[in-house]
């Protein structure tokens, strides 16, 4: 299968997770966009969503579902997300499509979190892919600093030559260099440096469930 086709495959597997007439937790990335996809065969179940972006609200709205402001809201059932990474535990890395902040404030309004994600994703230890951060700009080149007496190379993340700016208005730092041997003791400190707005890892709002597509279908991995 190729890529595409796995994540296809995974989208459509996320149906199951959703909780007729409750409100979904909806992410963002390319995977998700099957997800969506595939949600639109049961809109009609679904009263509709709380989504971590711009681009998947708009989607939402395109296929008949509606979108709630997380304010709105109470605590949701689920959240169907991708993942940059994934290690054992259900730990993750995400933020490649620059919506982290969302995506974990979504996450941590849900009481379950599935992830889904082909089996590239899967790794021993998180850092192989970069590891996003979200950063007020003026903090940047100090927190640039900080990781690199971390051993870490921070990069700040361009789009047509110029700094990327999130849906929050903010900037986002790509760290390379590191082995979260720890994610959630790593979480913890990198949160709690000025000027950090999200550190993209997810393990104080890990994964419940893991649906990792492979060439054999499916695999359900629960943590």
Known sequence: MTQDELKTLVGRAALKYVVPDEIVGVGTGSTVNKFIEALATMKDRVPGAVSSSVASTERLQAIGVRVFDANEVGELAVYIDGA??????????KGGGAALTRE????????????IADESKRVEALGRFPIPVEVIPMATQRL???FAAKGGSAKLRQKDGQPLVTDNGQHILDVTGLQLRDPLAFES?????????????????KAAVCLLATAGGVQVIEY
């Open 104 to 115: 974990k404030i979504v996450a941590a309004q849900s009481r379950r979190f599935v992830c």
């Open 144 to 146: 640039v600093r900080q």
């Open 189 to 205: 400190e990198v949160n709690q440096w000025p000027g950090v707005v999200t550190v993209g890892v997810f393990a104080h709002q």
């Open 84 to 93: 940059d990474e994934i290690d054992g535990r259900g730990h993750m890395v």
